[in-house]
């Protein structure tokens, strides 16, 4: 929590090369050097010289970014005000979620499920959209979410969960399941249900942050799935993404449905709690 940021550069260090002060850049919650095998490969969350920025504090009106070479991308400009909370999405939850399509081998013409539809779950629809797919499934029982979800791609929406979801997916994908699914939500439930959603062959790209999850060795074995997951390589992604915000290709900042004030941030993890908002931006 808190990781996520964007601003403008006030200072650099004296190792610092491609970027200065004055400069609107985007981050990720790891710091990277972008130079390292594991890097280089793409995998910049487990940086061989990773540091967690959000350990940081991005709640705040400064922060100090470790590595920033590796881990900060500059935006072609400053940008308008109505960029930001797109530019903001692309630090994490849509990072995230564009991670979690790329794992799950999201291609143009497949069928994809999404099984959670906070901002992450939200933002994988837009991806999986972007990368192609030809119906999108988005699992989702609240209905500002559902409207998100259809606004970013969905095809299709399905309210069930557990084995009525899985029959429910199954209807829409020819009987098989989906190629793709993502899962963006961490716990028993929701990684059961997308490895069960997901066809013999295919791929879950599970983003969501676990929580005592235990994968029962034959079910995974008879599943016969690829499973890709992780803390997402969020600096993979970010030129790709700032562009096509820059460019008004995409507008995941549309899930910032609250905005409040630095000092006001009990306030906003109150109303994604209680499920009034889908997520807070916070301003300086
Ligand atoms: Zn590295």
Same mark, same amino acid.
Request: net charge negative; glycine share 12%.
């Given at each position: ?9 006030? =200072?650099?260090?004296? +190792? ?6 004055? #400069?609107?850049?985007?981050?990720? %919650?790891? *710091?990277? !050097? ?67 399509a790329?794992?799950?081998?999201v ?5 994809v ?11 994988a629809v837009?991806a999986a959209k972007?990368l192609?797919a =030809?119906?999108i499934? +988005? ?6 979410? #559902?409207?998100?979800?259809?606004? %970013?791609? *969905?095809? !299709? ?119 009034? *908002? ?7």
């Open positions: 929590m808190g990781h996520e940021y964007c601003g403008i550069v006030e =200072e650099v260090g004296p +190792a610092v090369r491609s970027v200065k002060p004055g #400069q609107f850049v985007v981050g990720s %919650f790891f *710091a990277s !050097d972008n130079t390292c095998p594991i890097c280089q490969a793409g995998y910049q969350s487990r940086c061989v010289h990773s540091h967690y920025v959000g350990a940081g504090g991005a709640q705040a009106p400064r922060l100090r970014v470790p590595l920033a070479d590796g881990t900060l991308v500059a935006a072609p400009d400053l940008p308008s005000d109505e960029l930001i909370p797109s530019l903001l999405a692309t630090s994490d939850v849509l990072g995230t979620g564009w991670f979690g790329d794992a799950a081998n291609q143009p013409g497949k069928m499920a999404v099984v959670g539809d906070g901002a992450v779950g939200l933002c837009l972007q192609g =030809e119906r499934i +988005a699992m989702s029982r609240h209905e500002a979410r #559902q409207k998100l979800a259809l606004e %970013f791609g *969905a095809t !299709d929406l399905v309210t069930e969960r557990g084995d009525e979801g899985v029959a429910r997916i199954k209807d829409l994908t020819d009987g098989l399941g989906a190629h793709s699914v993502i899962e963006a939500v961490g716990t028993q439930e929701s990684m059961t249900q997308a490895i069960r959603s997901t066809r013999p062959g295919g791929h879950v790209g599970f983003v969501g942050v676990s929580h005592g999850v235990q994968l029962p060795g034959r079910d995974l074995f008879y599943a016969e799935v690829h499973l890709l997951g992780g803390p997402a390589p969020v600096r993979r992604f970010l030129p790709e993404l700032i562009d096509l915000v820059w460019n008004g290709k995409i507008n995941p900042g549309k899930v910032f449905d609250l905005t409040l004030p630095l000092d006001q941030v009990a306030e906003g993890y109150r109303a994604m709690d209680e499920r009034r *908002a889908i997520k807070t931006l916070l301003r300086p």
